[in-house]
Nanobody, 123 residues
């Protein structure tokens, strides 16, 4: 069982940066690949990126590639989403998720989800 808690969301202006954190409980955090997803009002939840369990691989959605960076600290059971050059279209609730083994961009394959944190980017 893994419990995930996101933090770090807020209201920022376009062009600003923000770092989200996702703290995980459980002793097997290092065996889980961690994904970030987001859901804008009235839209489906979409893939943002993931980092593999062994930190060897990351994958990003085209919409955030080059602006967002995912990292993890297995000693702290925490995964981060560094968001740079934010745009109004990045406004959404951001969720972290965990799945055993390799990462995936399919949200249906993730076993555990956090409650989400709101990110609002004003123009």
């Amino acid at each position: 069982q893994v419990t995930l808690v996101e933090s770090g969301g807020g209201l920022v202006q376009a062009g600003d940066s923000l770092r989200l954190s996702c703290a995980a409980s459980g002793r097997t955090f290092s065996s889980y690949s961690m994904g970030w997803f987001r859901q804008a009002l009235g839209k489906e939840r979409e893939f943002v990126g993931f980092i593999s369990w062994n930190v060897a691989y990351t994958l990003y959605a085209d919409s955030v590639k080059g602006r967002f960076i995912i990292s993890r600290d297995n000693a702290k059971n925490t995964v981060y989403l560094q968001m740079n050059s934010l745009k109004p279209e990045d406004t959404a609730v951001y969720y972290c998720a965990a799945r055993n083994g390799d990462g995936s961009h399919y949200k249906e394959t993730y076993d555990y989800w956090g409650q989400g944190t709101q990110v609002t980017v004003s123009s």
